[in-house]
């Protein structure tokens, strides 16, 4: 019960009429960013992050709560007007999403997808509220050797799990690590690979390469794409906004699976939310094929509510690791790790001891920000709808000052402004070859501590390797990287073959 | 449509061209560019001047395990790129003709296609962004910044190029307003120093 004793202390810290506004405005503008294509939730925290560094901690972190869930359903909202999601975790519940918009049931694909992020969100941050301090006090028992392992696991699980190709994912994470290796080396006290520029002696700033890759390296993409096939085409929404009962008895269920699926991946660090929401989606068709008028392939409610629910539990028990082990398992929990470094705070068992108003207020802020989220949205789903009424290329040049901007007032150094021109033509490269962003991200947040923790592991046992692999707890995770790595190549064949069998189903009913 | 980038009415028909080897292998760009990083690594770590108060593991075998797997990974991933080049297919606009379906050859099976890029429109956004940097300091924000909205607006397709320098203008004076003089960043001045 001191959870929620805690917990309520953080809604009084958070429910003043300041923060209520910063948590409205983050919303507001998560959405706003997340809505845009090509432009997710990671984007968002990443643009957002400069701007909210003339706000004091607690103002900002909420701030954050709100940017964050705008932003997973702004990725929602543009996989199911226009068929893009703004991230990879979105990509389940627009297969079926996007059927229902083009059949003119936008506004209650929305409505099924804000209500599923609701109640996956929710009953994820409640675990977290009774959970994460015992999860903290478990991470106590971590070593450098365990945190080595930890950052191991993150590493492969990004790269190898999540993305298609596992050759790719590690080019990512090689050119990610590559970049966080620069600067000085804080044991030693070596200048590495800065050629002697007194700028970069302090590392290649996170927001540099975020805003780089995912808004500089879009908006390159999107240039390369004028006038090819590729461009995306927008579908307008239209149709009434609210559920029939008949829709929400369809939905309950499949956001309740959705959320119970989505819970654990959180907390294990396999990297994001792709698999629970593939993993949802392929529930919801196998019980659906069961019924006599199976709606999937034809936009089916239940293909929307579970995957949405799944994406938003596991973003939920996400920030409970992040909390409490310091681990970052998706590229915005990286950013929001970024975030936290600069408040000079370390996520990890020491922050609920260290810092417990400032976690309180955070957990209670993503309470707030559902609800601000689910109040702001439900009405206004279509509103939203009418951002990409805006032209295309006004929109990107708007993003392009506003990344420039964020670049500029974090630093105010040209340098800073170079480099996210040459990040952001990467970030080209990367979208044009197949490149997951995802792992570069990982690799930059976690590359250092890696490196550290390696290191002092290494001294204790003076330079003796056994000593990453004596204790049962650095084992048990290379164990269950390895089995997780079979698990998910797995499950990849059998989503893929799902993916596979809804598109060909579409194609038999477009010939 | 009005608002929304209006598109010349083109049907999307794909085309077989007789590309070259290399054309379709245009990928190879990203190994190349991890080899350039992986001897960046390397050169610097062999070149690394190490404290002598520098207790083991030193400074310099992190960046050596990055660089080996940096250049495994290229090699891996040219072979990759060589083995499996993307289709010789490309899609050319060409004019509408109703009836035509999108991505089908004529037995109604799907065509695999290589993406294209529009060069033009990716250098000019380059070019902008080069131009705000280099413009930045002397002209100041205000006018440096409209350059970049412009430059990026007209690359991505804009087709009102005097209306744009005044939204260009208002946009970045809206910016240097909310955030220089509301929350105090500080966005250097440039020619206008004194006005603002």
Redesign the interface.
Known sequence: MESLANLGDGFLTVLTPINMLWVLIGAVLGTAVGVLPGLGSAMAVALLLPVTFSLDPIGAFIMFAGVLFGGLFGDSISGILMNTPGNSTAIAGTIEGHKMATSGRAAQALATSAIGAFIGGIIASVLVVFFAPRLAELATLFGPAEYLALAVFAFVAISAVVTESVLRGLAALGIGLAISVVGIDGISGASRFTAGVPELFDGIDIVVITVGLLALGEVFSVAAKRGTPDETPLVPSRGRLWLSRREFRLAAPAWLRGTAIGIPFGIIPVGGAEVPTFLAYGTERRLDARRKDSMFGRGAIQGVAGPEAAGNATAGTAMGALLALGLPTSATAAILLAAFRQYGLQPGPLLFERAPDLVWALLASFFVGMVVLLILNLPFAPLWAKLLKVPRHYLYAGISVFAMLGVYATSAKILDLVLVTVIGLIGFLMRRYGLPVAPMLIAIILGPLAETEFRRAMAVSESDPAILVSSPISVTLYVVLLLAVAGAAFQKIRSRRTVAQAIADRQRETV | M????R?VSVT?RAVVVADGFWRRRT?L???G??LV??L??VV?TVT????D???????Q???AI??A??LV??V??AI?VLRRPEAATV?I?QPAAPGD?DD?DLD?E?VE?R?????R??L???GT??V??AA??PLGWLLA?AV???G???????QRPVFDVF??LA??SI?QLA?SAG?????PPGILEGIF
């Open positions: 009005s608002g929304v980038i598109t999307r990928g760009i990203v190994p560019l991890m990083i992986g960046a690594l610097g690394m001047r190490v404290p108060t520098a207790t083991s593991p030193g400074p075998v992190f960046p990055v660089a797997l940096v990974v290229a891996l991933l990759d899609e606009a379906v089908l109604g799907p296609r993406p294209t890029s529009n060069h429109a990716l000019g956004a380059l962004v080069v705000f940097i930045l300091t910044g970049l909205f412009w990026i607006a007209r690359a991505l397709g804009s939204l260009a946009i970045s910016v955030f929350l105090g960043l500080n966005l």
